[in-house]
């Protein structure tokens, strides 16, 4: 899945956000309505700093990716 022309114009719009997102299953349509109403209540995109924070999201997106063949 790859964001659309909508989420890239969003101002919550973070590539390691939607990587996030998507790897949970939601849907491009889900992932811009929040980050619709995270704006509207003055949100700003998520970051994913710090090591917790890049942990989790290592181990979610990774569970998503195709194993490889060596």
């Known amino acids: 899945m790859k964001p659309t022309r909508a989420?890239?114009?969003?101002p919550n719009f973070d590539t390691d956000d939607y990587a996030y997102l998507a790897a949970k299953g939601w849907r491009n349509t889900e992932i811009l309505a929040r980050w619709t109403e995270e704006a509207a209540r003055g949100n700003g995109p998520c970051r994913w700093e710090g090591d917790a924070a890049r942990a989790k999201l290592a181990a979610v997106v990774s569970?998503?990716?195709p194993m490889q063949k060596d």
């Open 63 to 65: 569970r998503q990716q």
């Open 7 to 10: 989420l890239l114009a969003r």
